[in-house]
């Protein structure tokens, strides 16, 4: 297959950044306690009018934006990607059966996109603007759908590097078949009179 290299990098590129940008939503989340305890001296003035309580709320909030702009944009790359996919996929006939693995990652990606993000951006508005200390339903909501898209999330990737794998081994298994073969030959010309 020509695209064979081609497509496994693709792959890791896909399954390679959904892993860092979950990693990195995460972070973003303890990067408020961070800020609120190591800012600038700058940021002082401001945090001392806020009060503590309303800058962490304000803090949180625009961590989750910025978390659900960075997941838009990247759910919108990973159509580019996956339809790029099951095309290079189609394209070959040895690997045709296997487009619809992208096409099931693209759909996965599609339900996220137009269900759970807007969804989370949503509850962010809500949520952010909760003292940590208060019993919050909106709270626990945030975190099942969030544990919903970080679940799905895995389950692409999960798909991706199934894929991968699958298309190494059977490179794999091409190249040895060759070397069998032209060792074969080889054998057959040297026993040859």
């Given at each position: 297959m020509r ?12 399954v390679?950044v ?12 303890n ?11 700058q ?5 001392k ?12 909030y625009?961590?989750?934006?910025e ?6 944009t990247?759910?919108d790359?990973?159509f580019?990607?996956?339809l790029l ?12 059966m296997l487009?619809?693995v ?25 949520y952010?603007f909760?003292s940590s ?13 969030h ?9 692409k ?5 199934g ?5 190494c ?7 040895v ?7 074969t ?5 040297t026993?040859?009179?």
């Amino acid at each position: 297959m020509r695209y064979r290299r081609v497509i496994c990098f693709l792959l890791g590129i896909w399954v390679g950044v959904s892993a860092m940008l979950a990693l990195a939503s995460y972070q973003n989340f303890n990067t408020v306690e961070t800020v609120l305890k190591e800012h600038p001296d700058q940021a002082s003035r401001i945090f001392k009018a806020l009060g503590p309580s309303d800058a962490r709320m304000l803090l949180r909030y625009t961590a989750g934006r910025e978390h659900i702009g960075t997941f838009e944009t990247w759910e919108d790359i990973q159509f580019v990607i996956g339809l790029l996919l099951m095309a290079m996929l189609f394209l070959e006939a040895p690997t045709r059966m296997l487009s619809p693995v992208p096409l099931g990652m693209i759909l996965i990606v599609t339900f996220m996109h137009f269900k759970i993000t807007p969804e989370l951006g949503w509850l962010n508005h809500i949520y952010a603007f909760v003292s940590s200390t208060a019993e919050s339903q909106t709270r626990g909501q945030f975190w099942r759908l969030h544990a919903v898209y970080t679940t799905l999330d895995v389950l692409k990737d999960v798909l991706g590097l199934g894929l991968v794998v699958f298309l190494c081994s059977q490179q794999s298994t091409r190249q040895v078949r060759r070397s069998r073969r032209r060792n074969t030959d080889r054998l057959e010309e040297t026993v040859r009179p």
